[in-house]
């Protein structure tokens, strides 16, 4: 080589002169080699140059005017010799890849260039990333020294890649390698900036200098009408739009919509998180399998860089996917049978512990966040008060220990460290590994231990020495340890926990939750609990007899298997307790659904519904108490999708108590009227008592509100203060997000035209009864959170079945003589009552007649007779032939009845028993309404054969 090809402006005497290669390591100096005495923050190579000679080198590059050296010698003097040298080793290994991507920023840069990298290897493009990581490519993996090597590797490495076919490559540019020209002489297609934060100022002076070096890769090392990709929600996003103006480059920010791409919905599932995205008119549902909201942002970036590498969306969209988190970022390590969860994490600067704190805080709502973090010794000692300060503000346990002490006494790290912290969360185990297996070994159900600092680094220096040390290697053994004390079912592993019961078998087969001893079967854990008029405890023989693998109970009984029997203060507490964690450890979405009427129904609809097309557990009958909640939510299967449950109240505060131990992910509220009425002043309490299950519902969680409703209005206002999401459905107000447009009468059927989001759709259904309309709009309004609805099939909703004695249709024999009998004999409120008249008068029955019965409206209070009176115009108005009563409240209606539809006032069971069996003539109908403890439930049910 000779140096007129490489070295600029080198005079006409020296232009042929011989070289062989260049080197900046005198040691490894070879005949005939340039010599670039670079001058170091620790080392000076000006003080190698004779070395240099000695070994054959005759051509020196140094910053230092040199007027003494030996003949032959050439002294070739610049003022930046790293530059020089980074510009020559570029023109040497001249063949590169011809898409170069940079990125650099304090943190996300691997994450970015991991994710880009995979993105293009799955689509099956050949592809290199290069930084911190080392160099990836399809079929090669090469450790590095730093996240950005000096330029002769580089040269070489690039050189490689580009003989082995590789177009695009993307690599880490750290603040160290661009002030110090490491990489002057390339020139890039697209730079990422992620974010600015306090790193390296050991190095740097301060942020400005920091953000100075940052921005060289915008000012001097992208490729005209280059691509710029960032935030421009990031402070420096006005630094950098003033660069890529001035230097005609284009802008790409992850938060502009000018990019027609929208992410139209996002929720956590576990450990995942699922995306609905619009781009342009393509909807896109997408799993992501990474922890923490921030990949979001990451992805995103590598999603646009990849489109910038010719890419197509649809492609880059399709392996989304298959991504996994990149070594030592946010990475759960192995699975402990308990649902805790180890996160490895390489944050080691103030923002990126708490981005990754605050991240999993978000994720993992209401969990244990325990951090196992120190600093590194003689880098940035400003940073460790702040990183301790962060650890006690955002973790709930800190485990202190030693990182890279390195020439630092270990102990005084630790020291500066704690300045920050709260003393009493503190537990200090200098030994990294010692802390590490303690850390894993305390974690208790559901528990996130965060390991912070090392990431994916497999030595640990300390002093002079560096030892080999993985923090991922001691996680997994302390793993395996773990679960060797630990069932596979997690419900059996917080009994045991929760009781604190040693013996307890932790290879026990558990089924169903039981309080009903009636109901137990081999393998149910029972709960004997003391009620008001029943002692549970006094059950727990019948329990063990048929089979129950446990039974909890507040006394043992000597006379029966006492390995059987877990002692509690308190069953109910205790079945309580219990379910609130399990609830917390599963990735089922919990739905709870309130609401003055119309609470089952929407239950039993949106839960068969979600049952088409996800594993779904619905509540029970009416499990809607502090007995059914519990139960219902610890029968939830691990499994499950979803849970939809049912929340009912008889005065305020018994739903905040229910929701609190629910925490639903969506909360829906159907209506509000006069139900329980005579424990509320007005009605507006009532409204205020429904709402407490707003208060409850995750924090960025969804209520589904009535927009119909009177107090839609004041439930928003709520829910935004609480941070909620609102989703509105109606038929009457045409601002509902989701919203019945039409109904269409076809043959014996009707078809439905809904207006969702930005879609309509149709469905076909079997009756056009209001509340039915209702709940379908409900259901779609919770699916639309999650699902595509406009892949729903149209007759979903068409065969569904109405809950016995909420309005369902039987058709029962009684002496020879067939009845249509329609019963809403469950419950009544006027809200309930008027709509069901309303459907009933909607019923076609030919040459029949048309009877309705109506027994009281119970729990008004002062309210009754003012509620039972407005009943009276809407029974007038309708098509019943006659109306019978039953009841001290509703038998004061009957003289305002119109005459022609008067039938009979019941003064007793046996009469309005006898008036059905004998006083209707086949085929005739029959509605039947009333309050559940008037007893006509039990009567319907008796002629319908359910027991």
């Given at each position: ?153 580089l040269g070489k490495i690039l050189n490689y890649l580009k003989n082995q076919k590789v177009e695009d490559v993307i690599l880490e540019a750290s603040s160290h390698g661009l002030s110090q020209n490491r990489l002057d002489g390339l ?761």
């Open positions: 080589m000779l140096l007129k090809d490489y070295f600029p402006n080198i005079g006409k005497k020296y232009e042929k002169t011989f070289f062989s290669d260049i080197c900046f390591e005198s040691s490894k100096v070879k005949k005939d080699n340039v010599f670039f005495a670079i001058k170091g923050t620790n080392i000076d190579g000006n003080n190698f140059i004779l070395d240099a000679i000695n070994k054959g080198s005759k051509i020196i590059v140094t910053e230092k005017k040199i007027t003494k050296f030996p003949n032959g010698v050439l002294i070739i003097h610049s003022k930046n010799v790293r530059k020089l040298l980074a510009e020559v080793s570029f023109k040497i290994y001249n063949k590169k890849p011809s898409n170069l991507i940079a990125i650099t920023g304090t943190n996300g840069k691997s994450s970015v260039a991991d994710f880009y990298y995979q993105i293009l290897k799955f689509n099956k493009r050949k592809v290199a990333s290069i930084g911190t990581l080392g160099v990836k490519s399809n079929n090669k993996y090469i450790n590095l020294s730093n996240t950005t090597i000096d330029p002769i590797q020139k890039f297609n697209s730079g990422i900036f992620t974010n600015l934060s306090q790193d390296h100022l050991d190095y740097h002076k301060n942020l400005k200098d920091y953000l100075i070096a940052k921005l060289y890769l915008f000012e001097k090392l992208l490729s005209i009408r280059g691509n710029v990709i960032t935030d421009e929600k990031i402070p420096e996003f006005r630094n950098i739009k003033k660069i890529a103006l001035k230097r005609n480059l284009k802008i790409y920010s992850i938060s502009n919509p000018k990019n027609h791409f929208k992410i139209l919905s996002h929720y956590f599932l576990g450990e995942k998180q699922m995306l609905i995205i619009k781009y342009k008119n393509l909807i896109k549902n997408i799993k992501l399998n990474l922890i923490g909201k921030i990949q979001l942002k990451n992805i995103m970036m590598a999603i646009i860089a990849a489109q910038k590498s010719n890419l197509s969306l649809n492609k880059i969209l399709a392996v989304i996917p298959k991504i996994r988190s990149v070594e030592g970022r946010l990475e759960k390590i192995g699975n402990i049978k308990n649902k805790s969860k180890v996160i490895l994490d390489y944050a080691h600067t103030p923002d990126a512990l708490k981005i990754s704190l605050l991240s999993l805080r978000e994720q993992f709502p209401n969990k244990k966040i325990v951090l196992l973090f120190g600093c590194g010794g003689n880098r940035d000692q400003n940073k460790r008060s702040k990183m301790g300060k962060i650890a006690s503000l955002y973790a709930d346990q800190i485990y202190l220990t030693d990182d890279n002490p390195r020439l630092e006494n270990p102990n005084k790290i630790r020291k500066d460290i704690k300045k920050g912290i709260n003393s009493k969360k503190i537990s200090e185990i200098s030994d990294r590994a010692k802390a590490i297996s303690e850390a894993v070994k305390n974690l208790t159900t559901g528990n996130i231990l965060l390991v912070a600092g090392k990431g994916h680094e497999k030595i640990q220096e300390i002093g002079n020495r560096k030892i080999y040390f993985s923090d991922k290697k001691i996680i997994l053994n302390a793993i395996k340890l773990k679960n060797l004390n630990l069932s596979n079912n997690l419900k059996l592993n917080l009994i045991k926990e929760s009781s604190g019961d040693k013996k307890l078998n932790t290879n026990l087969t558990l089924g169903q939750a039981r309080i009903n001893s009636k109901e137990v079967k081999k393998n149910d854990i029972f709960f004997a609990i003391r009620g008001r008029k029943n002692d549970g405890n006094k059950f727990v023989e019948e329990a063990l007899k048929k089979k129950a693998s446990i039974v909890v109970v507040n006394k043992v009984k000597k006379k029966l298997d006492y390995k059987k029997q877990i002692k509690v203060i308190d069953s109910l507490k205790f079945l309580t307790e219990t379910s609130t964690i399990f609830r917390e450890n599963i990735d089922a979405k919990i739905i709870a659904i309130t609401g003055s009427c119309g609470k089952t129904t929407l239950k039993e609809l949106l839960g068969k519904t979600l049952k088409k097309i996800s594993k779904t557990t619905i509540s029970p009958k009416s499990y809607n108490n502090k007995y059914g909640v519990p139960l219902s939510l610890f029968n939830l299967s691990k499994n499950d999708n979803y849970g939809v449950l049912e929340v009912g109240m008889d005065k305020k505060g018994e739903i905040d108590y229910l929701s609190k131990i629910i925490k639903p992910d969506i909360s829906v509220i159907t209506n509000i009227n006069y139900a329980h009425a005579k424990n509320f002043k007005n009605i507006k309490d009532i409204a205020l008592a429904k709402s407490e299950i707003i208060s409850n519902t995750k924090t960025n969680g969804f209520v589904i509100l009535n927009a119909d409703d009177n107090f839609f209005r004041l439930h928003q206002k709520i829910a935004t203060k609480n941070n909620i999401n609102t989703i509105s459905f109606g038929i009457k107000n045409h601002k509902s997000d989701v919203k019945l447009i039409n109904i269409i009468k076809i043959n014996d059927n009707f078809k439905i035209n809904i207006k969702a989001k930005d879609f309509n759709k149709s469905f076909v259904i079997s009756n056009n009864f209001q509340n039915n309309i209702y709940n379908i709009l409900a259901t779609l309004a919770v699916m639309s959170i999650n699902i595509d609805i406009t892949k729903l099939d149209k007759k979903v909703f068409f065969n569904f079945t109405t809950p016995q004695g909420r309005g369902d249709l039987s058709r029962i024999k009684i002496n020879k003589k067939n009845i249509n009998l329609i019963d809403e004999s469950y419950n009544s409120n006027p809200l309930s009552l008027k709509s069901a008249i309303l459907n009933y008068d909607k019923v076609k029955c030919k040459k029949f007649r048309k009877y309705l019965l109506l027994g009281d409206m119970l729990e008004l209070g002062t309210h009754s007779k003012k509620l039972h009176q407005s009943i009276i115009p809407i029974v007038n108005k309708t098509k019943i032939d006659k109306i019978f009563l039953k009841g001290n409240y509703i038998s004061q209606i009957f003289k305002k009845i119109v005459k022609s539809k008067r039938g009979k006032v019941f003064r007793t069971n046996s009469q309005m028993i006898k008036f059905i069996k004998n006083d209707l003539n086949n085929n005739d109908y029959l509605m039947v309404k009333a309050s559940n403890a008037t007893g006509f439930n039990k009567i319907i049910n008796d002629l319908k054969g359910i027991k």
